[in-house]
């Protein structure tokens, strides 16, 4: 019986461990050395929401029914012009202020010309919850992250894989769901430079 529980705890630990970090899949940061900028682009189109694997639209009608039920129309315009904003720009300039904090030699920006593109393709998200005084539950995000030459994009030169990268209660927007998707992005930029410093001493 303790052989069966010892067993039981090393195998939660062991998933426990396995997520909320990134996992090398291909490749290696040596093609960084010598770089600069990195260009990034964000992808949403494979991503499902939630533990039922909504589509977004799915997950979208499901917030617009419960935000007017519960707040108001106006609210819920409020809150899908938001869902728009962030996905567009804020979740990108969440990633930059975490990678960029970390990586110090390679900066990660929008639109350059450079020769590299990281493509991170979201597979999972997860909004998590918000409950002011009685606490909350962060954000999580799957992710495939996958640098490519910016001018021959079938050219891969590193795949990553993110695995529930857990947000953390940091930002004056975490009381909303775009707001927690936010720091998970933010987390997950920060992983990555940690490891490129590391890789690039």
Do not use: H
Not at 79 to 93: P, V
Request: glycine share 6%.
């Amino acid at each position: 019986m303790k052989k069966l529980f010892l067993l039981l705890f090393v195998a939660i630990m062991t998933t426990a461990f396995a997520q909320n970090q990134i996992n090398i899949i291909q490749g290696n940061f040596d093609f960084l050395k010598d770089q600069t900028e990195v260009n990034v682009q964000l992808k949403f189109d494979n991503a499902v929401y939630q533990e039922k694997n909504f589509t977004e639209e799915q997950y979208l009608e499901n917030r617009k029914a419960d935000i007017t039920a519960k707040k108001s129309e106006e609210v819920w315009k409020n809150w899908n012009y938001q869902w728009d904003r962030f996905k567009s720009t804020e979740f990108q300039e969440y990633f930059f202020k975490g990678v960029n904090n970390r990586a110090k030699k390679v900066f990660f920006r929008n639109n350059v010309k450079a020769k590299y593109t990281l493509i991170i393709d979201a597979k999972w998200i997860y909004a998590g919850w918000y409950g002011g005084m009685i606490g909350s539950q962060e954000g999580k995000l799957d992710a495939d992250l996958t640098f490519v030459e910016t001018d021959n994009p079938s050219n891969i030169v590193m795949k990553l894989q993110a695995d529930k990268i857990l947000g953390r209660q940091m930002n004056k927007d975490f009381s909303w769901e775009y707001g927690r998707i936010a720091a998970t992005y933010e987390i997950l930029g920060k992983k990555l430079g940690k490891e490129i410093k590391e890789a690039l001493k």
